[in-house]
């Protein structure tokens, strides 16, 4: 049994032109060099591998699809939202970061504008309401300025929020959990940290009753395994178009 | 011009629950059937147990047909409409009981006489105001022989409580009497469900599992449930929810009289002068067809059958086919399963392994088994408490006060209290009123630029009582299993976009007040059957597919007995 999620990501040729269209475009903007490389450098397997200190201490390279700047804002929010601590891992370790990454190329791309938006927005925020961008925050002030952005109250002209600042938290905050709590194939999950954080056993295609009655009594091992290692299942499929 | 095809016998437009059932009488009768589907055939290789693509990446809408008809929703005519983000009943063969949950209950027999029923008990007076409710043209016993039969079609997994009059404990004393017992036994509980059932027999209530058409043991050739957790939104990896993709179609198809066209996606139904139907126009993708036939059943779900017959004017039907008594639309409601109870309790309940139809049910407060003398309301709502949990939307669940939902104390909290909530599924009885309706939408289209439809309707009073009442029931069997805490939703208002629709379409004798006569065939266009829930007229406190199922061959079987009288 693998220990280690199996990327057999399973790419449609409407994904691979979506996917081409939107590193095209970031190639255009000033920041976003190195985007073709990107992938990998985010939050690599490796690095996280070698401990959260290293995950941690790793630049957050250029995602795919946000600047080097926007990615470094990302990166400290996620952190902020499942931190790393004397609980185990958090978000970034578990690759929330490239799950987001690789999400606004597919299946959230309507999303980049917003993310872009939010961002900076969540920065001029930072700025005007606590004196300094949100990356040199402390820890207790990054909180309370997230803290004002998700109950709304960073909303505001000038601010540059489009409508509820807090709309911007729940789409980081959702995807971030999706990136964390699902399936490692979309890049996020990674070494199962969000299942052992939560105690969910593990995708399994059949559970026996002996099975349950070991979840029951808390015995039961965890599968440590994608959905996509059981061998069966085949490329998602959607509607050509 | 749209490429005109061979004549059918009958055409059947969608093959989902009850399309895909009725395939399989009028193919053994040897009508020659052509199934027109608007997705396509989809096998357990494409039911990977990912909560991403099932429940974040609505897979349900992979084929777009519903996405681009999604609906506008308003709760009065006072409102404007705004269109829905989405909605997951899914275009394929086999249709939404593919990733359904497959709770797959019989109506009781008070649901068919709710009118005459509240007369004689309580008297006229306490039929609420407003309401457009009829007794159904029969009674449940008419159905069970289809109920029964269709049990064993597709499998059916449950417990009986009532065979033939002789009450079983074990299982629901309020269902209306059955021929014989389910074919197979229920699907298992865990330790929590048992507390559960134990709790409510404390209260004194009747508590059993619940029907589901998932197998719990092998039947026809395909295994038993491995309790997995995907089941809702997402399809069996096991082929051991059975659609009418594994069960009924493929028995027509070995017929040799049912031939399926997938990607077949319908927009209007042709009529001739005297007002007969002749065929359907469709489009697959740039083409377009006209498939004649002598017998038209339209099998979509509620809305797109309403929305195919208001799209089909012709000088026989100026306001829509079969809708010159302006009916189509009417008598529309949307099934009452919110205002929800949910509770955060001081052990784990090891729920990752559960699926929706697992679980336990409790009757005693659902249709008229209760005395409602001393209550504000009719009808009732049918307890379920299931097992079912995934991670992502385990590890978003609410804090119930008890600090913010993200951060390292956060962390904390839902280490511990991830697998130690529960809420409440309580469907409730919902009545059709007269200012409840469907019709086209007259600003969104979809993609081929035909309008969409609108919903009008809001819950009324009785709804809004009989959920308060509801949640009253379940708190106290929350306070029974020592939950921590309890959270109730607001009691309901817009009624919206649902997976339980009914109406549009609704069956009766009267043509005045109804659209289809007794056996689901248009008053006034006599060979254009309507198979699904817009036939019915009132909800029941429970799920609809089986009724659907069991009037949708009782519709089938008609037509085979009656052919000439409705073909010719």
């Known amino acids: ?241 | 011009m749209p490429r005109q095809l061979r004549s059918a016998d009958v055409v059947v437009v969608g093959l989902g629950a009850a399309g895909g059932v009725s395939v399989q009488p009028l193919a053994e009768a040897g009508l020659d059937v052509v199934g027109l589907e608007a997705g396509t055939w989809l096998d357990r290789r494409d039911f990977a147990p990912d909560e991403i693509r099932n429940n974040y990446r609505d897979w349900p809408m992979l084929v777009k047909k519903t996405f681009n008809e999604r609906m506008t929703s308003r709760a009065t005519e006072e409102q404007s409409a705004n269109r829905i983000g989405g909605h997951p009943m899914m275009n394929a063969v086999g249709g939404t009981t593919l990733h359904y949950w497959a709770q797959s209950w019989r109506l009781n027999p008070w649901d068919f006489r709710v009118v005459s029923e509240t007369r004689r008990r309580y008297g006229a007076g306490r039929l609420p105001a407003g309401s457009t409710v009829e007794d159904w043209p029969f009674g449940y016993e008419e159905l069970e022989p289809y109920y029964d039969r269709v049990e064993r079609e597709i499998g059916v997994s449950g417990q009986a409580g009532n065979v033939r009059g002789d009450i079983d404990r074990r299982g629901n004393r309020f269902e209306g009497p059955r021929q014989r017992a389910y074919p197979m036994r229920p699907l298992r509980w865990t330790a929590y469900l048992e507390r559960m059932a134990d709790a409510a027999r404390s209260l004194g209530w009747h508590a059993f599992p619940g029907p589901a058409a998932i197998n719990s043991e092998a039947y026809q050739g395909r295994p038993g449930c491995g309790y997995h957790g995907f089941c809702s939104s997402g399809g069996c990896p096991l082929d051991a929810k059975n659609s009418p993709h594994l069960t009924t179609i493929p028995r027509a198809l070995e017929t040799g009289n049912l031939r399926v066209v997938p990607r077949a996606h319908v927009t209007t139904i042709e009529v001739d002068s005297s007002g007969r139907t002749t065929g359907v126009n469709y489009v697959t993708g740039n083409e377009e067809f006209f498939q004649p036939a002598r017998v038209v059943l339209i099998a979509g779900y509620t809305y797109e059958n309403v929305r195919l017959l208001l799209l089909s004017k012709s000088r026989a039907y100026p306001e829509g086919l079969a809708n010159n008594h302006g009916q189509v639309g009417r008598h529309y409601l949307s099934h009452h399963q919110g205002a929800g109870v949910g509770a955060l309790l001081p052990y784990d309940t090891g729920a990752w392994y559960g699926l929706p139809a697992q679980g336990v049910a409790v009757d005693d407060f659902a249709d008229d088994n209760f005395d409602h003398s001393g209550l504000d309301f009719i009808g009732g709502g049918n307890l379920w408490a299931m097992s079912d949990r995934r991670p992502i939307s385990a590890a978003s669940m609410g804090t119930y006060g008890r600090g913010r939902n993200w951060g390292s104390a956060w962390k904390r909290f839902i280490r511990e209290n991830v697998d130690r909530t529960h809420s409440f599924y309580i469907q409730k009885t919902t009545l059709p009123y007269e200012d409840n309706y469907l019709d086209l939408d007259p600003q969104y289209t979809d993609e081929l630029g035909l309008p969409v439809i609108r919903i009008t309707a809001q819950y009324k009073d009785n709804e809004r009582a009989i959920a308060a009442y509801m949640q009253d029931r379940a708190e106290e069997w929350y306070r029974e299993l020592g939950a921590l805490e309890i959270t109730r939703g607001g009691l309901g208002n817009t009624m919206g976009a649902s997976t339980h629709a009914y109406g549009g379409t609704r069956m009766g004798d009267d043509p005045e007040t109804n659209v289809v006569d007794r056996w689901g065939f248009a008053h006034e266009a006599p060979n254009l059957g309507v198979l699904g829930a817009s036939v019915m007229g009132t909800s029941g406190a429970r799920n609809p597919t089986l009724t659907v199922q069991a009037l949708a061959w009782r519709t089938a079987q008609h037509l085979v007995d009656a052919w000439r009288d409705i073909a010719e």
């Open chain 1, 1 to 241: 049994m693998s220990d280690k999620p199996i990327d057999r990501r399973a790419i449609s040729r409407r994904d691979l032109l979506k996917t081409a269209g939107a590193a095209g475009a970031a190639a255009l903007i000033p920041g976003a060099a190195g985007a073709k490389e990107a992938p990998a450098s985010v939050a690599d397997t490796a690095a996280v591998r070698a401990g959260p200190a290293a995950a941690a201490a790793a630049p957050a390279g250029p995602l795919m699809n946000l600047t080097a700047a926007e990615t470094e804002l990302l990166s400290a929010m996620v952190d902020r939202l499942i931190p790393s601590d004397d609980m185990g891992p958090g978000a970034l370790e578990a690759g929330a970061l490239r799950y987001i990454d690789r999400a606004l190329s597919e299946a959230e791309s309507d999303s980049v504008e917003a993310y872009r938006i939010g961002l900076a927005a969540l920065d001029r925020y930072a700025r005007y309401s606590r004196g300094a961008p949100f990356l040199e925050l402390s820890d207790e002030d990054k909180d309370s300025v997230l803290i004002d952005v998700q109950l709304g109250g960073a909303t505001g002209a000038g601010v540059g929020f489009v409508g509820s600042s807090g709309a911007f938290f729940n789409m980081v905050k959702s995807h971030t959990w999706q990136g964390v709590f699902g399936d490692p194939m979309y890049g996020g999950n990674i070494d199962f940290i969000g299942w052992d954080l939560i105690g969910y056993p593990g995708a399994r295609m059949r559970v026996s009753e002996q099975d349950q009655r070991e979840l029951e009594a808390g015995q039961l091992p965890p599968a440590r395994r994608s959905a996509y290692d059981y061998g069966q299942f085949q490329l998602i499929r959607g509607e050509e178009d």
